[in-house]
């Protein structure tokens, strides 16, 4: 029983403001948005960790969400936005399935809280 929340989105089995999908990853909205334009891109298959996809040597996933996440930031009309990628407890990830946070509509600060 996989009880992962992004693999349920993933999978159709959780619903979620969808704003882009293909045959690797989902984009999203975020439900506990942090800035005016909060999304988020997960892969479809199951991965911890960002960690985890470059060990496996899937820079090309690595790559593929970057690349989708600055597609959803210009779809969005944030041409100067920022990614985020958390990773691990202490990097501030809470949800166990590989993402990345694409945060504008406003002036962001550092450093990072
Ligand atoms: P992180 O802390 O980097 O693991 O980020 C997890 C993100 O997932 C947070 O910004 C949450 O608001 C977001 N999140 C959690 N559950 C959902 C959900 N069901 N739909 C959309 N976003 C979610
Ligand atoms: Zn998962």
């Not at 600055?70 to 969005?76: D, E, P, V």
């Amino acid at each position: 029983m996989n009880d992962c929340i992004f693999c349920k989105i993933s999978a159709g089995e959780v619903p979620a403001e969808e704003l882009y999908r293909d045959d690797d990853v989902v984009g999203i909205v975020d439900v506990n948005p942090q800035a005016p334009k909060h999304m988020l891109v997960l892969t479809r298959k199951h991965y911890g960790t960002m960690s985890e996809i470059v060990e496996r040597g899937d820079e090309e996933l690595a790559g593929h969400m970057v690349a989708v996440a600055t597609k959803l930031a210009r779809k969005a009309g944030i041409p100067e936005y920022r990614l985020v990628v958390n990773t691990g407890a202490e990097g501030g990830q809470t949800v166990d399935h590989v993402h990345v946070h694409v945060l504008g509509g406003r002036q962001m600060t550092w450093p990072p809280g």
